[in-house]
């Protein structure tokens, strides 16, 4: 592992790249040093950070609940509801068969 300003050397890249199991040109290699290096070089910032006084957390922001409380209401009426029904069978929707004949 490298040290905070060092970049990564060419052969840690090949070697990563070896057990990502990548093909990479030589090309490839460069610039991959080069994103890897600034990569590594932002872990050390954040990891030289003091967070002594910082709570764990698993969202940055606080949560709250965005739904309406639960309130009981009256429902619709059932033979309105039947009544605007194309088919009605035993006060039921009557809806054609989907799986063909029962059984």
Excluded: C, W, Y
């Excluded at 840690?12 to 290699?29: C, D």
């Excluded at 950070?49 to 309130?71: G, I, K, Q």
Aim: no cysteine.
């Amino acid at each position: 592992m490298t040290a905070a300003g060092e970049t990564i050397s060419l052969e840690e890249v090949r070697h990563v790249a070896k057990l990502a199991r990548l093909e990479l040109t030589p090309e490839e290699l460069v610039t991959l040093q080069a994103e890897l290096s600034a990569l590594l070089d932002h872990v050390d910032k954040i990891r030289r950070l003091d967070t002594r006084d910082v709570e764990p957390t698993a969202h940055p922001l606080p949560l709250s609940n965005v739904f309406r409380p639960d309130e009981v209401r009256p429902g619709l009426d059932r033979e309105e509801v039947l009544d605007a029904a194309p088919s009605v069978e035993s006060h039921r929707f009557l809806v054609p068969s989907i799986l063909g004949d029962a059984p």
